[in-house]
C-alpha cells in the first residue's frame, strides 16, 4: 500500500513559479509511472504530466507543454512538478497519482494511488 502526500502548493501571483512535490509516507514509489493531475472548482480532474518510473520518459498534456516540468527522485521516493508562467486559469488543486499503466497513462482510472492534493492559486 502506497500513501501520496503533496506539498508545495500556495498563493503565487502570475507570471510566477512554484514547485509541488509528491512524497510517499509509506511505501516505495520507484516501481510507479506517476503523473500529476488538478481539479479546479466545477471541473473534472484533468491531466497534466506523467513520468515512467525510471524517470526517462515523460508526457504532458498540451495545456502545460513548455511550462510545467515533471521530475522524480527515487532516491528521495518523491515526484516533482516545476511549474513556470503560472497563469489565473491553473488555479486548482492538484493531485499526485502513482502507479499508472499502460504507456502514457494519462486517465485517472490507469492509477491506483492518490494524495489528497495541494491548493495552487495565482492571482491576476
Known amino acids: 500500500q502506497v500513501q501520496l502526500v503533496e506539498s508545495g502548493g500556495g498563493l503565487v501571483q502570475a507570471g510566477g513559479s512554484l514547485r509541488l512535490s509528491c512524497a510517499a509516507s509509506?511505501?516505495?514509489?520507484?516501481?510507479?509511472?506517476m503523473a500529476w493531475f488538478r481539479q479546479a472548482p466545477g471541473k473534472e480532474r484533468d491531466f497534466l504530466a506523467t513520468i515512467s518510473w525510471s524517470g526517462h520518459s515523460t508526457y504532458y498534456a498540451g495545456s502545460v507543454k513548455g511550462r510545467f516540468t515533471i521530475s522524480r527522485d527515487n532516491a528521495k521516493n518523491t515526484m516533482y512538478l516545476q511549474m513556470n508562467s503560472l497563469k489565473p486559469e491553473d488555479t486548482a488543486v492538484y493531485y499526485c497519482?502513482?502507479?499508472?499503466?499502460?504507456?502514457?497513462?494519462?486517465?485517472?482510472?490507469?492509477?491506483?494511488?492518490w494524495g489528497q492534493g495541494t491548493q495552487v492559486t495565482v492571482s491576476s
Open positions: 497519482a502513482a502507479d499508472g499503466r499502460g504507456w502514457p497513462p494519462d486517465s485517472e482510472g490507469e492509477y491506483t494511488y
Open positions: 509509506r511505501g516505495t514509489l520507484r516501481l510507479y509511472a
